[in-house]
């Protein structure tokens, strides 16, 4: 997939002519004059932002392509494509993969939402590995706390931890 570098008209005409989509049929489903489509083709003016939208999904690319002015080529075949993840994903370490992969993903949430479906687990679980980290966070700072000042027990803690929000206060 090479990113072609284009004007935002250039990008929405070539998708359009590739898509076998007159400019007359572009406007019409857009609720805009051909004149409009056409100015927009020539760069004279750029789509709204709620047009972008709608542009993305009639021509089927992205509105990030749109606004940045780029076209990815067609995607090739889905098993294709996985065939070749498959071969380098045993090259590259796993976060480097994940970090990589978000800066392709224009939505993250839907993606979250597939994986924990695919995965059979809640959205909730990653609110309950938070809480739980951070009770784990808490638990050792306060054991530390604890050793560093000679507490004996934990009301010697409590006690020292509300003076100090008292004196925040």
Same mark, same amino acid.
């Given at each position: 997939?090479?990113?072609?570098?284009?004007?935002?008209?250039?990008?929405?005409?070539?998708?359009? !002519?590739?898509?076998?989509?007159?400019? &007359?049929? %572009? /406007?019409?489903?857009? #609720?805009?004059? $051909?004149?409009?489509?056409?100015?927009?083709?020539?760069?004279?003016?750029?789509?709204?932002?709620?047009?972008?939208?709608?542009?993305?999904?009639?021509?089927?690319?992205?509105?990030?392509?749109?606004?940045?002015?780029?076209?990815?080529?067609?995607?090739?075949?889905?098993?294709?494509?996985?065939?070749?993840?498959?071969?380098? !994903?045993?090259?590259?370490?796993?976060? &480097?993969? %994940? /970090?990589?992969?978000? #800066?392709?993903? $224009?939505?993250?949430?839907?993606?979250?939402?597939?994986?924990?479906?695919?995965?059979?687990?809640?959205?909730?679980?990653?609110?309950?590995?938070?809480?739980?980290?951070?009770?784990?966070?808490?638990?050792?700072?306060?054991?530390?706390?604890?050793?560093?000042?000679?507490?004996?027990?934990?009301?010697?803690?409590?006690?020292?931890?509300?003076?100090?929000?008292?004196? &925040?206060?």
């Amino acid at each position: 997939m090479d990113n072609v570098s284009m004007s935002i008209g250039n990008t929405l005409k070539s998708r359009r !002519i590739a898509l076998n989509i007159k400019q &007359e049929d %572009l /406007a019409e489903r857009l #609720g805009v004059t $051909d004149q409009t489509v056409s100015k927009w083709e020539r760069d004279l003016t750029e789509p709204k932002a709620s047009q972008v939208c709608q542009l993305s999904q009639i021509l089927k690319i992205t509105e990030k392509e749109i606004c940045r002015g780029t076209s990815i080529s067609e995607k090739s075949d889905p098993f294709d494509f996985v065939r070749k993840v498959c071969i380098l !994903i045993n090259e590259v370490p796993q976060t &480097e993969m %994940l /970090a990589g992969m978000q #800066g392709f993903i $224009d939505d993250e949430e839907g993606f979250l939402k597939m994986l924990a479906k695919v995965a059979n687990h809640p959205l909730e679980i990653f609110e309950i590995e938070a809480k739980r980290e951070a009770d784990m966070m808490a638990a050792m700072t306060k054991k530390i706390v604890m050793k560093q000042m000679n507490f004996k027990n934990d009301e010697e803690y409590d006690e020292y931890v509300k003076d100090l929000i008292s004196k &925040e206060s």
